[in-house]
Each structure stands twice: as C-alpha cells, then as structure tokens.
C-alpha cells in the first residue's frame, strides 16, 4: 500500500503545475508578442533535448551523425508530419551507415 500512496503523491504533484496556470492565468490578457514568444519554448525546449544525443547518436562516426542532422533538417523542412521525418532521417542514417560513411 504504501507504494500506491507514493505513486499517487507523484501523481498529484506532477499534475498540480501544470493545473494551476490554466486557473490563474487568463489567456485573454496576455500581449500578443508574449504570446509569439511563448509559442517558441517548446520547439527550443525539444531542440535542447534531442540535439546533444543526436550528435553522439552513432558511436565513432561524428560524419554519420552530422549527416543524418542535416538530412533530419532537410527533410522537416519540406515535410510538416514528425512521425514521416523520424522514420526518413533513421533510415537516411542507416543508409549512411551501410554505405561506410
């Protein structure tokens, strides 16, 4: 029983921030250039997470990794799906990869 309360503790302390602003903040009022701003931080905050492991992402092979960069950049350029831009960019570095680069 005692991990259940734990659990459930977690819970309720992992969702209260993220209740409390939509109670106390009124999106209404915010200024539209905060508004632009704030629309950012997830991009960045996504961008901070996955770009250090990307660069590391194939062990002794930077050329591989930065190649399958790119080719992660150049194809979410043109395509807006994430789901279709993970799955090209693994397989353009596994092509990468099979190739020897």
């Not at 492991?53 to 043109?78: E, Q, R, T, Y």
């Amino acid at each position: 029983m005692e991990i259940t309360g734990i659990i459930i503790l977690m819970g309720v302390v992992t969702y209260l921030p993220r209740l409390v602003p939509m109670y106390i903040i009124d999106v209404e009022r915010i200024p539209g250039r905060l508004k632009l701003f704030l629309s950012f931080i997830p991009y960045a905050a996504l961008g901070a997470l996955i770009l250090p492991g990307s660069i590391s992402a194939v062990n002794g092979k930077p050329v591989v990794s930065a190649l399958g960069i790119l080719s992660a950049v150049i194809i979410a350029w043109f395509n807006r799906n994430i789901i279709v831009t993970v799955l090209l960019t693994v397989l353009a570095t596994f092509i990468f990869i099979s190739a020897g680069f």
